[in-house]
């Protein structure tokens, strides 16, 4: 299973940006989704996480300005980043608990990360 995540760039404050995450592979099922992001000398942190019944959560810091959607026929992940600030300039990483066998247990999967700057 691979997790290729896109949508990253530079922006100024208040801007916007849409993140995608798209996993490929022997996928049977994918539960919860969700990104992450780390910025230098910072520890990785939640940022936002949809359930496969689409419950959502979401750090405080992003509540009212990020939003995150799913779209299981593509089996793809959104982050939909507005009133961006610079706070926000991180490297944002998707994550997804799949599975790949009806037998088989859950598993995580990590995308390669997408760079968001925020700066004017």
């Known amino acids: 299973v691979q997790l290729q995540a896109s949508g990253g760039g530079l922006v100024q404050p208040g801007g916007s940006l849409r993140l995608s995450c798209a996993a490929s592979?022997?996928?049977?099922?994918?539960?919860?989704l969700a990104w992450y992001r780390q910025a230098p000398g910072k520890q990785r942190e939640l940022v936002a996480r949809?359930?496969?019944?689409?419950?959502?959560n979401y750090a405080d810091s992003v509540k009212g300005r990020f939003t995150i959607s799913r779209d299981n026929a593509k089996n793809t992940v959104y982050l939909q980043m507005i009133s961006l600030k610079p706070e926000d300039t991180a490297a944002y990483f998707c994550?997804?608990?799949?599975?790949?066998?009806?037998?088989?247990?859950?598993?995580?999967?990590w995308g390669q990360g997408t760079q968001v700057t925020v700066s004017s």
């Open positions: 994550h997804a608990k799949v599975r790949v066998s009806f037998y088989l247990p859950i598993y995580d999967y």
């Open positions: 592979g022997s996928i049977f099922s994918i539960d919860a």
């Open positions: 949809i359930s496969n019944i689409n419950t959502t």
